[in-house]
Each structure stands twice: as C-alpha cells, then as structure tokens.
Nanobody, 125 residues
C-alpha cells in the first residue's frame, strides 16, 4: 500500500490550500481516510476523517475552515483548507485503512494502518 500526499506550501494567513493524497494498493472505496498534522516537538493532531460510509468528523480546531472529500475514481482524498492561520503550520499526513474498535472514533489516527510521508504547510502572519 502506498500513500502519497501533495499540495503543501507557503501561504499567507487567511489564504487557502488544497492538499491531495493518493492511495494505492487497497480497496479505496471501502477505506476510511484521515488527515492529521504534527509540529516538531508536539504530538499528532488528528484533524479530519472521512468514512467509507461518507460520515465526516473534524477536530474543533479546523471545523468550518477545512473540508475533507474524496474522488474514488482517482483513489484520492483531499483536504481543502480555507482561512488558514499561522497555528495551522505543520506537516500534514494522510492515513488510510482504519482498524479501530467498534464504536471508537474514526478520527483517532493511531487506528490507521497506512500513512504517507507528509506534506509541509506553512502559514505566515
């Protein structure tokens, strides 16, 4: 399984970026997908997940600003990030194949098996 993110970059506060993540080697349509971010020295923050059933969950810190979506024809999941803030600066990671316990949160990154290498997002003030 390969997970590859792209689309990161430098943007001014208030701007937008769209991250893409292409997943290969698994049944994409039946896979839950997630985005997380991490700043060096800090823990991972799970920011958004999109279930195979279409159920979406966002972290409070990005709710109303970020949108997760998928294009199953292209095996790609997106993260549209609007109204970016300097505190959104982080390495963003995509994850696929959730294997959490029934009833547990799909937003929990530790329950995802496959991760990409990340794409850096830097928001300047």
């Amino acid at each position: 399984v390969q997970v590859m993110e792209s689309g990161g970059g430098l943007v001014q506060a208030g701007g937008s970026l769209r991250l893409s993540c292409t997943v290969s080697g698994l049944n994409f349509e039946n896979s839950h997908l997630s985005w997380a971010r991490q700043v060096p020295g800090n823990g991972r923050e799970d920011v958004a997940c999109l279930g195979a059933d279409g159920i979406i969950t966002y972290a409070d810190s990005v709710k109303g600003r970020f949108t997760i979506s998928r294009d199953s024809a292209k095996n790609t999941v997106f993260l549209q990030m609007n109204s970016l803030k300097p505190e959104d600066t982080a390495m963003y990671f995509c994850a696929a194949h959730w294997s959490g316990a029934p009833g547990s949160s799909r937003l929990q990154g530790s329950s995802y098996k496959y991760w990409g290498q990340g794409t850096q997002v830097t928001v300047s003030s």
